[in-house]
């Protein structure tokens, strides 16, 4: 029974993030020989699907692992079937058509955390935490993700760390919070770039030129897109070269450069059309139409319309429908069919209520139409009394005070929504803060806030002269605990240790995890010995933490090498020293506290 891809299809698998092109020129070339089995087939299928998943051919990519899951069953196989099934759901989602793959990741994710398989419960968060921003709920898509990135490996798998730091800001990006998004994708390219991944580091620029360029960056986003092109045109990534094209093509759309705009447009959907990508195709096919209208070209944006239409999908494409529905409404307008033009736009803003209520500048926006109407309506009416009836002054008086007081509690309701809109979106901000600095598992600072952090103290002990201290800390033989009693009791232990500190060490003490079973321990105003000795006691008290976990034979110890920063020390230099003690400990039968000799350098 399988629990990864067998030779040569675990290699071509793992290939896939830095030549994918050649993978599955290599794949394709392939005979499989008439006497193979059926998982072999199935292996072959799955890991020939996943190449061109990769270079975004939504329809094969769904052929062929429909293909591979017709030759394998879920009792015989079922690591090699729900990775297939995984393999299923993110070609659905590419092809937009989600609400067919929500049961394959949910199942999947449901049997890897039971039975205990690490890599296909990675990629079933990687899948889900793409479903849920697909769906717009970027809360969940968050949480997911956090928990992929704060277990994931750091190199030598299909999905690492750098994978899911990729994911979290495209659902920064996704959420407009393009500030946050910036340095998940910079942590990526260093990652991607360094191991000369040129694939996926395509994929990191493209969205990184669409971060910069969106906070004011132009330049700067400009030149990761002609990056993110040129790369792709390199490795013969033609989907990549659309896409790119595609958002370079938004970018002169914004600038009025629409000539250009039109060029890329075209390009980008001759190979969408080609590749079969539908979803993709839908939108280029709308900002062609925008193109259009801004060139008061209505019979060829109507053409366009028509065309996305007849493939749109409004169940499994709904914010593609919205986006659609506002072009077509300025088609109407501008045929001046006011009337219709109107009703859609209302129907738009009210799917956009029902479906993105946390997104307040579309409500603000449908408070002021219907402010406008109200206002509009009660001066017809004045009007229309006056001419008619010449009302005396006592009644106009009174229609007029009537039209204040409307005005009045318009806009006090007005005021009132905009200040529940500005509460909740301070609500919601704050929940993203909190995921962008804690360590899903754990709760403790992830990695990425504790090194921020110490750089911070450092600079200021260099300011005030004062003591400081850093300790590393290594879970000893935490991966003989993993695979003795299981991830889901590495977890535990991992948990327990976690509000273990949190309860022991000092207010003035901060803790983050920096990786799977290690820990950073910043100790402020504080001198050697006095770390040594709040350390040691940590230390010396873990065996309360092995009796609290009760399982027999199970004994938690830690190792701790701390290191006292000196004026000069980068943030770098003290983690390093305090890492190489860590590693004396290991060599001199841990469950120990040392501090680093200097003297030794």
């Known amino acids: 029974m399988l629990n990864a891809f067998e030779e040569p299809y675990q290699t071509y698998y793992l290939s896939l993030t830095s030549a994918p092109t050649k993978m599955l020129a290599q794949l394709e070339a392939m005979s499989i020989p008439d006497n193979a089995s059926n998982i072999q087939k199935a292996q072959y299928y799955g890991v020939l699907s996943q190449a061109y998943y990769t270079l975004i051919y939504p329809q094969k990519s769904l052929d062929f692992v429909q293909l591979a899951l017709t030759l394998v069953n879920e009792s015989d196989q079922p690591w090699l079937y729900h990775n297939l099934r995984l393999f299923e759901s993110l070609a659905f989602e590419l092809a937009g058509k989600m609400t067919q793959g929500v049961d394959g990741v949910k199942n999947a994710l449901q049997w890897a955390e039971t039975n205990d398989a690490t890599s296909t419960y990675l990629l079933a968060l990687y899948t889900q935490s793409i479903y849920h921003t697909s769906l717009e709920d970027y809360l969940s898509a968050l949480k997911t993700a956090q928990k992929g990135y704060s277990i994931a490996p750091i190199r030598n798998e299909a999905y690492k760390r750098a994978d899911f730091a990729i994911l979290l800001a495209q659902i920064y990006e996704a959420r407009k919070d393009y500030m946050l998004a910036i340095p998940y994708y910079e942590e990526a390219e260093i990652d991607f770039r360094a191991n000369n991944q040129l694939n996926t580091l395509s994929l990191i620029l493209y969205g990184l030129g669409r971060a910069n360029y969106s906070v004011g960056n132009i330049d700067l986003g400009k030149k990761d897109l002609e990056e993110s092109l040129a790369i792709s045109k390199e490795i013969n990534d033609v989907q990549g070269e659309a896409y790119t094209l595609l958002q370079l093509a938004n970018i002169n759309i914004k600038q009025e450069n ?3 705009a039109k060029m890329q447009l075209l390009s980008a959907k001759d190979i969408f059309i080609k590749a079969n990508n539908r979803k993709v195709n839908i939108i280029t096919g709308s900002s062609l139409a925008t193109v259009a209208l801004q060139q008061q070209d209505t019979e060829l944006a109507e053409y366009y319309i028509q065309e996305v239409e007849k493939e749109l999908d409004r169940v499994d494409m709904p914010d593609i429908a919205l986006i659609f529905d506002e072009t077509r409404s300025t088609l109407l307008y501008q045929q001046e069919k006011y009337k219709e033009s109107y009703e859609l736009l209302k129907s738009v803003y009210n799917d956009y209520k029902r479906h993105r209520n946390q997104q307040s500048s579309d409500q603000l926006h449908q408070m002021r139409v219907d402010y406008d109407l109200k206002s509009q309506e009660l001066e017809n009416d004045i009007l229309t009394e006056q001419n008619l009836r010449q009302l005396n ?20 309701a007005f005021g009132v929504l905009m200040v529940i809109l500005i509460y909740r979106s301070m609500e919601h901000r704050r929940s993203l803060e909190i995921l962008a600095t804690t360590d899903e598992l754990t709760g403790l600072y992830n990695r990425r806030y504790i090194l921020a952090h110490l750089k911070k103290q450092i600079s200021q002990s260099e300011r005030y002269k004062s003591d400081l201290c850093v300790a590393m800390i290594d879970l000893d033989w935490f991966k003989q605990i993993n695979d003795r009693f299981g991830h889901l009791t590495g977890d535990k232990v991992l948990r327990l240790f976690s509000k273990y ?8 003490d901060v803790i983050g995890r920096i990786g799977g079973e290690e820990f950073l321990i910043i100790l402020p105003h504080t001198n050697s010995s006095d770390a040594y000795a709040v350390m040691d006691k940590v230390r010396s008290n873990m065996e309360n933490l092995t009796k609290e976990i009760n399982i027999s034979d199970l004994k938690v110890t830690i190792s701790i090498g701390l290191c006292k920063w000196v004026d000069g020390d980068l943030p770098e230099d003290v983690m390093l020293f305090a890492d190489k003690a860590l590693y004396q400990i290991k060599g001199s039968g841990r469950d120990q506290v040392l501090l680093w000799d200097r003297d030794k350098i």
Not at 501 to 508: D, H, I, T, W
């Open 501 to 508: 500190c949190l309860k022991n060490l000092r207010s003035s």
């Open 393 to 412: 002054e006592i009644k106009g008086q009174r229609s007029r005070n009537v039209f204040l007081l409307v005005i009045a509690i318009l806009a006090v």
């Open 258 to 260: 629409f000539t250009l």
